[in-house]
């Protein structure tokens, strides 16, 4: 069964750099949420997308800026890096209509040096 | 401030034994309660989900007992086995509210289960 993309997997950029992560979420799944999750700490929501449109922001900084395309794949494009950023990115596709079935992709991992 | 709190924090039982892990919410407006296993380097994976109108949930050696009074929910391992090792963490999410779907985990357990 097809699962939630993301890409690359691992990513190493310096201080002040921009980075773009980015997913596919499972085929037919309308919602699309961004969680950050620092080594050891449980994953912190940031953003999410329904039918393309932002439903709801977590503590995403400003620096940060997300969207979801015709396609349903979203990116999150970072800029000006910084070294707290480093950490596991994780993307999760849903169906909105409730059915509770959030599947995680395998994560993008961000150094930031 | 964490609204699912988890604990403990880690935890080491013996092949065959029984793991227990506990999560309490404090926001009634969830109605989804997951549990996720998660593998270092991988994206937490659902093993198993309970809704507030029911007390327990099992699939296999894995069931959730939920009192919704208390607002707490724990997760049961049974006869765990070493690839049980693992962190867990509880979620919780209010689903029928649009624009608010996200998960909230709890701080995670790690696991390990020694032979």
């Known amino acids: 069964a097809a699962g939630v993309i993301q890409s690359p997997r691992h990513l190493i950029k310096e201080k002040r750099e921009t980075a773009t992560l980015k997913c596919y979420p499972i085929p037919r799944h309308d919602t699309v949420y961004w969680y950050q999750q620092g080594p050891g700490q449980d994953p912190q929501f940031l953003i999410s997308?329904?039918?393309?449109?932002?439903?709801d922001k977590g503590s995403i900084p400003d620096r940060f800026s997300a969207q979801q395309f015709s396609d349903y794949h979203s990116e999150l494009n970072m800029s000006s890096l910084e070294l707290g950023d480093s950490a596991l990115y994780f993307c999760?596709?849903?169906?909105?209509?409730?059915?509770?079935?959030?599947?995680f992709g395998s994560g993008t991992r961000l150094t930031v040096v | 401030q964490q609204q699912v709190k988890q604990s403990p924090q880690s935890l080491i039982v013996q092949k065959g034994g029984i793991s227990i892990i506990n999560c309490a919410y404090e926001?009634?407006?969830?109605?989804?309660f997951p549990w996720y296993q998660q593998f270092p380097g991988k994206g937490p994976a659902l093993l198993i989900a309970i809704r507030p109108d029911v007390s327990e949930k099992k699939e296999g050696r894995f069931t959730i007992s939920f009192n919704k009074s208390a607002k707490q929910f724990s997760l049961h391992i049974m006869d765990s086995q070493p690839g049980d090792s693992a962190t867990y963490f509880c979620?919780?999410?209010?689903?029928?509210?649009?624009?608010?779907?996200?998960?909230?985990f709890g701080t995670g357990t790690r696991l390990t289960i020694i032979p």
């Open positions: 997308f329904y039918e393309k449109m932002q439903s």
């Open positions: 999760a596709s849903s169906l909105y209509s409730g059915a509770g079935g959030y599947t």
């Open positions: 926001n009634t407006a969830f109605d989804y």
């Open positions: 979620a919780a999410v209010s689903e029928s509210n649009f624009g608010n779907e996200k998960l909230t």
